[in-house]
């Protein structure tokens, strides 16, 4: 066996994953996105562009993702932060495992019921009752796009926490003494080493966040109240109600593509902001 | 266990409310109601219940799987069969039948009992997803007993694919504490009403036929239209009013029960179990008219329990357990065994059995409501909207 055939050979299981798991059903979405709706729903082949014509019909669900996606992120990425600083800088180590199993713990529960939990919480004997209580009245939190928001700040924390918190425990500790030595005060230290050295994790975080975020529909069905619809929330409604497969899957296309485009901008303003510095990868 | 003699109607329904929200444990329900000692007599004297230790295990399976809708049943009636067959019943709630349609024709399903309703069950004889079913195997099934205008939809073709489970209307259910003093007696109202006091206190069902059938009333089209220009007049409608509902849903009891909703399109039993706890719930029907449905029980096409999907419907049409259905969930049979079995006040509920002139502009969905494009996209343009 030559040692090209055997580089073959020992890349031929991830290449067929690929071709099953992603090319094959990426192109059945393609193709199906020219065909046309089955008379009682599903598919029927056609070459039309009629489905992409229709994609204005959808425009409020795309604007929906694409504003709750990047505000949720950031959102997230702004509570994760002073908690991952916290966990990996300030927390004695002794106390870091039980910690960090704390955040955790949340993912041993279905986020179907951890989001269903939020009903109770965000309808109007939960905390609007409270605000109530000290005289803050008629406060609607449940089935508005800020219940989704917290729906999604609440859901994707830790998966924000973990990449921050390893950059910041990575980092070199020396450094900060370095900094300080040399006479800078702590927000100087802060921003100038510690933010710095973060932002992999950081964007890692944000990227891991934001991926999930623009294919969401869990969340938006049960704290949107089928009113605040995602682009998620759009496909299961094509697919598993009014089973236009066709339009459906020229909905999935687009946001597929959208998603690359958005990722490859992301990744080079990341790689930008990271040149000069090229011991650091973000993945 | 303890048998505590008479236990008035009143009483049982408390008790089962208790135990349907889990502050009762099983064994405490069925001794204080005596439906313990009643299964025991039951079970005896009932051929579908006798105990049948070979068979239960060997021949139906450790489970039934049954999609339904929201509050359609009384769970004990399951314990019931599980308690005789072995079978465990898994039940699956759905929101519209176009949601069933779309998980049958998608494939693997795992159900082996569904729901659908009387103007969907053409289609999916067409579309080649559901069984014909063996008489011979449902005794409970008493097909004369039946009003046929609730059970002939179950017939296609001379061939008998589905068994009615309840029949009902779609009305509205609304909190009488927040009107004002003015009723609300169409969908008119309805709408209105929505978009004036009652604004961010509405729900809709997430179904088409309803949804855009009742606001095709409003204008008084057909409920069924699917009339491009009438269709375009209920879309704008429900556009308009949509940043006033409170949320579009086919679960909205338990925000009316919280006081989050003041005012939803409901269903025959869900206004019933809705008016017997919160008495200012009161349900409805249109003045334009709406929507009179019946329900089947249907076996699909691959069901993988198909013994236990027998068995299953068999003892839920036993005249019985039916009535024990109807007095937990509040929708009417079509069958008279069952009715001679239910008390006199259930019978004349004006909720269950509506003024004749009510029921009179009231139509059956019509087929070409599922399968048309329009009324399928008009939804989801609407929900995403």
Known sequence: ?283 | MKDNGYISKRKFMEELSRYRKGSVSRRHFLGVTGLGTATLVLGTAVPGLRPRPARADSHIGDRVVLATWPNYHDTANFDMFTDATGAFVQVNVFGSNEEMLAKLQAGGSGWDVFVPTNYTITTYVSEDLIEPLDVSKLQSYDAKAFEPRFSDAGTVDGTLYAVPKNWGTTGFAVNTAHDGGKALTSWKDFFDRTTDDFSGRTMVHDYQLTTIGNALKYFGYSFNSVNEAELAEAERLLIEVKPHLFAISSDYQPAMRSGDAWLTMCWTGDGKQLNSDIPEIEYVLGREGGEIWSDYYAIPKGAPHREAAYALINHMLDPQVNAREVQAHGYPVADANTNALLPEEILNDPILYPAQELLDALEFGAAATLTDPNRAELLARFKSA
């Not at chain 1, 019921?113 to 406060?139: D, K, Q, T």
């Not at chain 1, 924390?157 to 950059?167: A, G, H, K």
């Not at chain 1, 109240?225 to 459906?248: E, H, I, M, P, T």
């Open chain 1, 1 to 283: 066996m030559t040692r090209s055939e055997r580089n073959w050979l020992l890349v031929a299981p991830a290449a067929a994953w690929f071709v099953v798991m992603l090319v094959l059903p990426l192109s059945v979405i393609f193709v199906f996105s020219f065909g046309e709706r089955g008379p009682a729903g599903g598919y029927v082949p056609a070459f039309t562009l009629e489905q992409y014509a229709n994609l204005p019909a959808r425009f409020t669900a795309f604007k929906n993702t694409m504003i709750l996606a990047p505000v949720g992120t950031i959102a997230a990425m702004l509570i994760a932060y002073p908690l991952a600083y916290q966990l990996a800088v300030r927390t004695d180590p002794k106390w870091k495992t039980i910690l960090l199993v704390l955040v955790i713990v949340p993912f041993w529960t279905s986020i179907l019921i951890r989001s269903y939990a939020w009903i109770f919480i965000l309808g109007g004997r939960g905390l609007p009752a409270l605000l109530e209580m000290v005289g803050i009245e008629g406060v609607r939190l449940i089935y508005t796009p800020f219940a989704v928001l917290i729906g999604i700040i609440y859901g994707y924390l830790p998966l924000m926490v973990f990449p921050i918190y390893v950059s910041l425990d990575r980092l070199d500790k020396r450094l900060l003494e370095a900094s300080a030595d040399l006479g800078a005060k702590p927000l100087r230290t802060f921003l100038t080493v510690t933010l710095p050295l973060s932002i992999p994790g950081v964007a890692t975080g944000c990227m891991l966040v934001f991926i999930l975020l623009m294919g969401e529909f869990l969340i938006p069905a049960l704290l949107g109240g089928g009113k605040v619809f995602f682009v998620g929330n759009a496909l299961v409604d094509l697919f598993l109600q009014s089973r236009n497969w066709a339009f459906g899957s020229a909905v999935a296309f687009t946001l597929i593509v959208i998603m690359l485009v958005t990722v490859t901008v992301y990744m080079r303003v990341i790689a930008r902001l990271q040149s000069g510095r090229d011991d650091v990868s973000i993945m």
